[in-house]
């Protein structure tokens, strides 16, 4: 019988295409040598989910890129196989009491993996769900600006020094009493707890008073206290006022029901408006009461620390004139003009034990250089506009994981693996030099670089590329290549191969003046080579915005066409989510010729097992209801119900329907396995006897996309859901996939495909956040045509967009910049796709002007 395997064997210096064992004696097949035969990751028998029985050789010390069509195994190879080895190997080695503390992955379906050097994972994560988690915390850069303003701050006279605790919010020492450290207070405020100053105590004056019987208590209480409750609010004493919304007092008094004479008298407790507020806030369980009590407070920057987190003490000790609430707002390219002066001093002055200032001490130099070597490297890679303040539910995935590849390059590891999973992704391309001159660092340092990309720029720059597919799915899980970039060129089954064509890069890293002007010249000249592409549609109206203030965007004017599919672009923080997910969507609503407004983001579609492509695009209903209709079913008297893994009857009880459960072991985390009862099937064996054309519930939720398709053809509502999910590129995921397991942009295509199974009439505005994050460029072209589809229905597409593809595709282009940051958040061009390309001032104009020529 032939083999299946996949075979990838070569050295740098030729490389092979992977064939079956059983392949021909013409298909070129690279010679071994002793030389370097050592310098190889080897991996035999990979079956990670789709991968089949791959074997692939990867050089160490290089940078070696993984590519592939969306869901073809390349994520499977280098992190669920590569990665999870090192990291099995690595927990292997501790002691099983500190494993417990150590997250860990299962172990990866392999036969054997030579070679393998310890292992780094920077994944693409979102940012922690608390707002302490800021850029500061996340890079460690706030622990040593604590100790600098702590050792080397300039004191005021007679005050002690302070421990670095005492610069920190999130601690104990350093949170501001009033707001703990948060910086923004809850207010009650006689304007927010009185909304009619015209009304009694009796008639409900005193909004922020709890209603129904504890309102009432509380206007007896009132009234026993000898407090007027028939006399309209603004004519009470100002004293009396006060008293009633503000006192921290809690008398008890005795009171007799004034609504039931017959009721016993009983104590009541007196409760102000502001300490009723303040205590269901930190208090109670129930979300509703406290949303219900947020709307008698004004919440703002705390009065007594200045929004800042930090208690007065702390904010009086400066470092070049500046308290370190200061610091940490400023952009991280102006933090590194703040230390510059010190870390460059050559001599620094004697310390002395109780020195007003220290700034110019040895301690104050060693740490000051320490953090502008380390700020520089986040400016290096386009993060010059983020400042340490910032907190980390704010930044995208690709920022995220930029902070982490930073940090990763001043810990000075030596023969590491680091596997990156789309650096790129949020990256503006005049950034992508910087990032590649990070990878570059690492693969320096003597570590080896394995980047799963789909940015065929940063695979150019690339060593070595590992080629997985064709398909995705079912129809992928072979190497279909590994070797030197160039020689991918002669593999005809590779997708990949006809986006790595190499295009005229303009020049790198990006400059102001006559070398940005060159640059665009030279990507006009390769545009205009090219064959004319479709006509810009005409808008049909325009939306026009005015004195737009959101962040970084400052009195911005900018007119928004509908009827167009219109991409907004700029560099990394240039405001372009500011202004299309903030103003845009709320200012649209007003728009007479807009019916409705639809968000497409990156939130995940669900955050437990539970929830899957399935069932958030309900053709998991139509599943259910084909199979309630079948003979056997309808014989046992089942409904739809008995096919839902989220309902009793049909689920296994022993899982309750999530297919696996959790094994508390001695001395080590708990681990995830195999339901015992249903094996993961999530049913019940009674269930599983009703079958619909030969297949279970449980065989279809096993299904991806694109088998789907065909055993659902006769079932139009799941048809159509499975028939746009293909179009998005989605069709290599498995129905019952758990929504956890879905990337960020996989749960934006999910969430557009079911929007574009539910087309209605009337005018929709269709809001996009980088809707090709995670996608190969062959399906980038999958989901352009999905979104001129929607605009050649009549409605508006506006898409934030870094891929030039999607942008050259566009009617209209917005590019705002020309920074990030306070450098950012203006209108550099806009205009066609050619008219931008033409703009001088631009920096996406001469990467846009190369796509417009392919």
């Not at 009793?648 to 195999?674: D, N």
């Not at 956890?740 to 079911?754: H, M, N, V």
């Amino acid at each position: 019988m032939p083999s299946s395997r996949s075979r990838a064997s070569s050295t740098p210096a030729d490389a092979t295409v992977a064939v079956p064992a059983d392949a021909t004696a013409d298909v070129p097949v690279a010679a071994p040598d002793a030389a370097v035969t050592d310098g190889f990751v080897r991996v035999r028998g990979a079956r990670e989910n789709n991968l089949r029985d791959v074997d692939v050789d990867v050089p160490r010390d290089r940078i070696v890129a993984f590519t592939g069509v969306s869901g073809s195994g390349k994520s499977s190879l280098a992190f669920g196989t590569i990665f999870a080895e090192a990291q099995r190997r690595f927990l292997e080695s501790v002691a099983p009491y500190a494993r417990r503390l150590i997250a860990q992955g299962s172990t990866p379906h392999v036969a054997s993996i030579t070679g393998l050097p310890p292992a780094v994972a920077l994944q693409q994560r979102r940012g922690a769900p608390s707002s302490r988690s800021t850029v500061g915390t996340l890079t460690t850069l706030s622990n040593s600006t604590r100790m600098l303003w702590s050792r080397a701050g300039s004191y005021p006279a007679g005050a002690e020094r302070l421990e670095s605790d005492s610069f920190s919010p999130n601690t104990v020492a350093g949170a501001c009493p009033r707001c703990h450290g948060l910086g923004t207070a809850h207010e009650v405020t006689e304007a927010s707890a009185v909304h009619d100053d015209s009304l009694s105590i009796r008639e409900g004056a005193i909004a922020a008073w709890p209603g129904a019987w504890q309102g009432k208590n509380l206007r007896d209480v009132t009234a026993v206290l000898g407090h007027d409750i028939d006399c309209p609010w603004r004519e009470l004493p100002k004293a009396d006022r006060d008293w009633l919304l503000f006192t921290e007092e809690q008398p008890i008094v005795e009171v007799v029901p004034q609504r039931d004479r017959v009721a016993k008298p009983y104590k009541g407790r007196f409760w102000s408006a502001r300490a009723f507020v303040l205590h269901t806030l930190a208090d109670s369980q129930s979300e509703t009461q406290r949303a219900k009590v947020l709307q008698f407070v004004e919440s703002g920057p705390c009065s007594l620390c200045g929004g800042t987190g930090l208690t007065r003490a702390a904010l009086a000790v400066t470092f070049a004139g500046r308290t370190i609430a200061e610091l940490n707002g400023l952009p991280l390219s102006e933090v590194a003009e703040v230390l510059r002066p010190t870390a460059s001093l050559a001599h620094a002055t004697a310390a002395t034990s109780r020195a007003s200032s220290g700034e110019g001490t040895e301690v104050a130099v060693t740490i000051a250089r320490d953090l502008l070597s380390r700020v520089e490297v986040l400016t290096g890679l386009g993060l010059g506009y983020l400042s340490l303040d910032r907190a980390t539910p704010t930044l995208s995935p690709g920022e995220m994981q930029r902070l982490r590849i930073a940090t990763q390059l001043r810990s000075g590891l030596f023969g590491v693996v680091y596997v990156l999973d789309e650096p790129s992704a949020g990256l503006h391309p005049a950034d992508a030099e910087s990032l590649v001159e990070v990878l570059e660092a690492l693969r320096a340092g003597g570590n080896s670089v394995f980047v799963v990309e789909h940015d065929m720029e940063i695979v150019r720059r690339a060593d070595w590329v590992v080629d997985v597919g064709p398909g995705a799915g079912t129809g992928g899980g072979e190497v279909l290549y590994s070797g030197p970039v160039d020689g991918l060129a002669d593999v005809e089954a590779s997708v990949t191969r006809r986006f790595l064509a190499p295009r005229r890069a303009p020049s790198a890293p990006w400059r102001d003046g006559e070398e940005a002007r060159e640059a665009t010249e030279e990507a006009r000249d390769t545009a205009e080579d090219a064959p004319a592409s479709r006509s810009p549609r005409v808008p049909s109206a325009w939306l026009e915005l005015r004195d737009v203030a959101r962040h970084n965007l400052r009195a911005l004017d900018v007119d928004v066409p509908l009827g167009v599919l219109t991409a907004v672009t700029g560099v990394s923080g240039s405001g372009k989510s500011s202004l299309v997910g903030g103003v845009l969507a709320e200012r649209a609503t007003e728009h007479p010729l807009v019916d409705r407004v639809v968000q497409v983001d990156q939130a995940p579609i669900g955050r437990t097992p539970r929830s899957n492509l399935a069932t958030y695009t309900g053709l998991f209903d139509a599943v259910r209801a084909s199979f309630a209709a079948t003979d056997e079913a309808r014989a046992r008297g089942w409904g739809a119900g008995r096919f839902s893994f989220n309902v009793v009857g049909g689920r296994c009880e022993v899982c309750q329907g999530e297919g696996s459960v959790t094994v508390e072991l001695l001395f080590l985390p708990g681990s995830w396995a195999p339901c015992p009862e249903c094996h993961g099937a999530r049913y019940t064996a009674e269930t599983l006897e009703v079958t619909w054309h030969g297949a279970t519930i449980a065989d279809v939720l096993g299904m991806t996309v694109d088998e789907a398709e065909g055993f659902l053809g006769d079932v139009p509502a799941a048809s159509r859901a499975l028939s746009t999910l293909r179009q998005v590129g989605l069709g290599y995921l498995r129905l019952g996939q758990p929504a956890p397991e879905l990337s960020g942009g996989e749960a934006q295509r999910i969430k557009l495909a079911t929007e574009l199974q539910r087309m209605r009439g009337g005018h929709t505005l269709y809001l996009l956040d980088e809707p090709t994050t995670g996608l190969h460029p062959a399906d980038v072209e999958l989901l352009v045509a999905q979104l001129q589809r929607l605009v050649d229905a009549g409605s508006t597409v506006v898409v934030v967009e870094h891929a030039m593809d999607v942008v050259a595709a566009a009617d209209h282009v917005i590019d705002l910049g020309p920074g990030g940051g306070d450098a950012g958040g203006q209108v550099v061009a806009t205009g066609t796709p050619r008219e931008v390309a033409e703009s001088g001032a631009s920096r996406t104009a001469p990467y846009l002007a190369r796509a417009l020529g392919r």
